[in-house]
Nanobody, 122 residues
């Protein structure tokens, strides 16, 4: 099982960035996917979730309207489009997978990527 994030970069405030996560080694469509982030000295924070067929999404208030999560089950990828970036969005961003067949989820089957750094600074 592997989750590999990409797309992290240094971006100016107000800019946009698209993160991608490539999944392999499991039946992707059976997993709900999420994006988390962790800033230095802070707890890991859940940002956005998407269910297995991509119909349902959920966002934390701090990114609602700025970030969009999407998935492509044919390519086994999940993405996070980020706009109107702020310095406080600076963090390592992680991709997360949870086994959720028929939208019933089991936390005993969770996978994490290694993270990608996003820095928002002028």
């Amino acid at each position: 099982v592997q989750l590999v994030e990409s797309g992290g970069a240094l971006v100016q405030p107000g800019g946009s960035l698209r993160l991608s996560c490539a999944a392999s080694g499991f039946t992707f469509s059976n997993y709900a996917m999420s994006w988390y982030r962790q800033a230095p000295g802070k707890e890991r924070e859940l940002l956005a979730q998407i269910n297995g067929d991509g119909v349902y999404t959920k966002y934390v208030d701090s990114v609602k309207g700025r970030f969009t999560i999407s998935r492509d089950n044919a390519k086994n990828t999940v993405s996070l489009q980020m706009t109107s970036l702020k310095p406080e969005d600076t963090a390592v961003y992680y991709c997360h997978a949870r086994y959720c067949p028929d939208n019933v989820c089991y936390s005993t089957s969770d996978y994490w990527g290694q993270g990608t750094q996003v820095t928002v600074s002028s």
